[in-house]
């Protein structure tokens, strides 16, 4: 087998990892929304009432540089963070 060979078989390995690595990115962020969106099945008056003093500001304190308030809104049924 000569070099061009291995460098191919390489590529194509690392082609497949980066492939997988995205095929379970996809699937993590769909478990979090499928246990987020129990927990809120499960617990609706809890959420409400934490998305009510996370709009209100409450237990937040936000600097320069922070992210968005919209973005705040869309992390707040993330359970897990994904690291």
């Known amino acids: 087998i000569d070099m061009m060979s291995l460098n191919s078989q ?16 996809a699937w993590q962020d769909d478990m979090h929304r499928v246990i987020d969106q129990q927990l809120m099945d499960k617990h ?9 003093s996370f709009s209100r500001g409450y237990g937040t304190k936000r600097g320069q540089g922070d992210e968005p308030a919209g973005a705040e ?3 707040l049924f993330s359970f897990f963070k994904k690291n």
């Open 10 to 25: 390489l590529l194509d390995a690392i082609q497949q990892k980066v492939n997988l690595s995205q095929q379970l990115e």
């Open 44 to 52: 609706p008056k809890e959420w409400s009432q934490l998305a009510y």
């Open 73 to 75: 809104g869309s992390r």
